[in-house]
């Protein structure tokens, strides 16, 4: 089934002003002006974080060797 045949069919139940809510598919293909330094921030402070749930420098190393973590 389809997204839009399953939010069809559930909404057959739903009263009121939600039952007149067309389902569409949108995508993003931009994220705005502010979208680039999110994106370039993201994984800024993995190290920090990880230290302060208990793992070592040597763990976070690791664990970016392996893949685990990817940015950062």
């Known amino acids: 089934m389809d997204k839009a045949a399953f939010f069809r069919e559930a909404r057959q139940d739903i009263p009121g002003p939600l039952a007149g809510i067309r389902v569409v598919e949108a995508t993003t293909t931009w994220a705005g002006p502010m979208g680039a330094c999110l994106l370039a921030d993201l994984g800024a402070h993995d190290d920090e974080i990880l230290q302060s749930l208990g793992l ?15 940015r950062g």
């Open 56 to 70: 070592s420098t040597t763990e976070i190393k690791n664990l970016r060797e392996k893949g685990v973590i990817t």
